[in-house]
């Protein structure tokens, strides 16, 4: 080829790469606008109810873009995404983040702002006290008007939070402004004023106040749980799973989810991904506890999934785990009586943030010496009574698992469960993983460390 080919042939290459590129930045473009807002808003609800918050928040104000007059339809669960997130900073001790999310929440949303509104003022006082203490180490040129900003807007989520009106009427006496100071202390202590009181003797009346304040943070449960039809079960049908309930809207979002978890291979494939099966699934949302016992009584140890309403972990805790083990049942085979299998194979479907909270609780049993011995974890066949040994021992048992398929595959747990006498689990185990049943507990040490050693969830 000569060099004016070569030359002719390269300019070729480039403008066909250069067309190429327009034409899947116009596909792109034209698949997003056949996303219309009812497509948007649904995607959003299902990242939501996956546990996939950063991505419901994202589309959701996708959704709030294309069609704006519509935005208040979505506002709820956009609220709800952001206080899923609030909440995991605030366990994690990152206020700033907890706030920000809280805030936005408290924005969005009514409904979801009475619910976090505790939470979300905590939250921002926790900043606020950082702040505080910087402002107050400058000597000279220290700023107070932003902090009384940002107290006052804490206070119109909270008007009742006494902490916060204390640390208001402390900005108001710094400022000179010993009379909206003298207002503030008097609100927190209930009382009205009397004669020339000294503004100290106000504010102790009002610490006094501010040390018995006592609240919970509510549980997170959605508002669409809260609603239950009278009568008996009405069945809905979603991919092959039959929904029994008592609220047809949230029948569906429990059948996207639980299509969504199905197609999700669990522990390296030990449980593939099925986005078509032969199997049916039976699914019962009981209205309450008294009907779960009912439903757990007719179902004569059958495989089904039996959820309750009202429960705040109904959609991210309970459910994925539910329908591994009936998943487990179908695919592979149940093995029952040795707690270890019976525990980690449904934890593998819990988020990846119930799985780093799992690896710090592992971190922490560990420096206190409360790691379970390596036969106790494996000879264990009834659940611990003791809630921390029993929290403990889930751990193990889902680090166990996911430890020993990622260093001898999934089909090693398929052997160990359909090819041997699993009555003597220790020998057992010892037959498929040899030497590794030594070193159980550094193994699932290295599993929490491994977790908590990212830089993000994998989600």
Known sequence: MSA???????????????????????GAAQAEEELTFDKLATRGKVFLDTSRFEKALEVFARAAAKEPERAGEITLDWA???????????????????????????QLDKT??????????????KVFDERFDEVEKKKTGADWQPLIDEVKATLEIMPDYKFARHRLAQLYSRTGKRDLAAREYLKVAGQK????????????????QVKKERWTFRELVHPLQRKSDPGEFEISYWGPFNIHHHNKELAERVGRALFYHHRQPLLGGFLPGNEITSSRYEVFLCRDSA??????????????????????????????PALARIR????????????????????????????????????EAQKKGKLM???????????????????????????????????????????????????????????????????????????????????????
């Open 291 to 320: 009907e779960v016992n009912k439903t757990v009584q007719a179902s004569k140890n059958k495989p089904w999934i039996i959820l309750r309403q009202g429960y705040s972990e109904l959609l991210d805790g309970d459910l994925p």
């Open 80 to 106: 709800w995404a952001h206080a899923k997130l609030g909440r995991l900073a605030r366990r994690n001790k990152d206020y700033a983040t907890a706030a920000k999310h809280l805030t936005e929440a408290a």
């Open 193 to 208: 004023r009397r004669g020339n009181r000294k503004l100290n003797a106000l504010n102790s009346a009002a610490w006094k």
């Open 373 to 459: 011995s390596p036969k106790k974890l494996l000879t264990t066949s009834e659940w611990p009574k003791d809630s921390e040994t029993s929290r403990i021992f889930s751990c193990q048992s889902l680090a166990l698992l996911e430890s020993l398929v990622e260093l001898h595959g999934p089909q090693s747990l398929r052997d160990l469960i359909q090819g041997h006498d699993l009555t003597n689990p220790v020998q057992a185990f010892r037959n498929v993983y040899g030497d590794d049943c030594d070193r159980l507990n550094e193994i699932i040490i290295q599993w929490a460390n491994k977790r908590l050693g990212k830089t993000k969830t994998d989600e």
């Open 112 to 125: 979801v702002r009475k619910i976090i509104a505790a939470e979300c003022a905590y939250s921002r006082m």
């Open 328 to 363: 487990w049942y179908h695919d592979v085979g149940f093995s029952y009586g040795v707690m270890c299998l019976e525990t980690g194979i449904p934890s593998a479907a819990e988020s990846p943030r119930a799985k780093d909270r799992r690896a710090r609780d592992l971190i």
């Open 4 to 26: 004016e080919d070569s030359q002719v042939g390269g300019t070729c290459v480039r403008r066909g790469i250069a067309v190429c590129l327009v034409l899947v930045a116009l």
